[in-house]
């Protein structure tokens, strides 16, 4: 019995925390340029590969308050309207496990409009106005340039 009164203080997957949302919320929402729930479940995968990756912050907040590496302002502006709601329920959601089913091991993106001139840059998938990549030895890019736009994979 005390082994389960233990368990029930203790916040599991289905209870993201409520300061992690915010943090990525407020990088879905800034990030995906409120286009998509697609682009945020992108943006929010890349977020947790960096929190898993030893190159990157352990948190979802320090990761995404890190310098130089998400919109100017993402931990102070303010998110309104609908897709301020959006945003929340998808950060709770990725948070959860949820995933989008393209990103898988990249941690980088950019604006789908940028010209990138590297030649370690592999690119995945581009989705919410964003070009998703991992970065490679040169050797093994196989995609040098975003794919077209996809949206409609992450459903609801």
Sequence with gaps: M???????????????????????ARAMYFESNR???DGMVAVGSIVMNRV????FPNTVCEVVAQKRQFAPGVMTRRMTGASEALARDTAAAVLRGERHPHTAK???FHARSYVA???NIHYVVSTGGNAFYE????TQVTRRSPPANVEGLTGR
């Design 106 to 108: 990249a941690r980088f």
């Design 135 to 138: 970065k490679r030895h040169p």
């Design 52 to 55: 898993r990756s030893e190159d």
């Design 2 to 24: 005390a082994v389960m009164s233990g368990c029930a203080a203790s916040r599991g997957p289905d209870s993201p925390d409520a300061k992690d949302i915010d943090c990525m």
């Design 117 to 119: 001139d590297y030649n």
């Design 35 to 37: 286009s998509s729930r």
